[in-house]
């Protein structure tokens, strides 16, 4: 069974995360200047600082997309029950019958939907840790440790 191509609303959401990655790492960046400056003046090349945050945004990435792809096939494969759910708690009938042509909410997991949004979330969290990981490449130690 083929799958289907990403949407610009799957392409909007994954970079949306994305985003929060981004952030996170420049708030690192930001608190590890006097750290990064350190391992500058002891011999660290621009190149090996941008590998280590690289990494941890990868990492991040990698965490992010395992959990993300977990909780999404958890709940497309219980929407049913996880409605049924809501509607006896909240108490009212979330799809009437009457009004649409469906009764229940469908749901159908596809392996390779799953890979290619997992596969270009990890590409899109991967390039934006880029930045973060060049600003963290360019810090001078002298003006990191001066006001340290």
């Given at each position: 069974?083929?799958?289907?191509?990403?949407?610009g609303?799957?392409?909007f959401?994954i970079t949306?995360g994305?985003?929060?990655?981004?952030i996170?790492?420049?708030?690192v960046?930001k608190?590890k200047?006097?750290?990064?400056?350190?391992?500058?003046?002891i011999?660290?090349s621009s190149?090996?600082?941008?590998?280590?945050?690289?990494v941890?945004g990868?990492t991040?990435?990698?965490?992010?997309?395992?959990?993300g792809?977990i909780?999404?096939?958890?709940?497309?494969l219980?929407?049913?029950k996880?409605?049924?759910?809501l509607?006896d708690l909240?108490?009212?009938?979330?799809i009437?019958?009457d009004?649409?042509?469906?009764?229940?909410?469908?749901?159908?997991v596809?392996v390779?939907?799953?890979?290619?949004?997992?596969?270009?979330a990890?590409?899109?969290?991967v390039l934006?840790?880029?930045?973060?990981?060049a600003?963290a490449a360019?810090?001078?130690?002298?003006?990191?440790?001066?006001y340290e």
């Open positions: 069974m083929k799958g289907r191509e990403l949407t609303r799957d392409v959401l949306a994305a985003f929060s990655v981004i996170a790492m420049i708030m960046v608190e200047q006097s750290d990064i400056a350190i391992l500058r003046t011999g660290a190149r090996s600082i941008m590998k280590i945050f690289l941890q990868a991040i990435g990698v965490f992010g997309v395992v959990l792809v909780a999404g096939v958890l709940l497309a219980n929407v049913e996880i409605v049924s759910w509607e909240l108490g009212f009938e979330a009437d019958s009004l649409y042509y469906i009764s229940r909410l469908p749901s159908d596809q390779g939907d799953v890979t290619l949004i997992a596969t270009v990890f590409i899109i969290t934006f840790a880029l930045l973060p990981a600003r360019k810090v001078q130690p002298a003006e990191a440790l001066r």
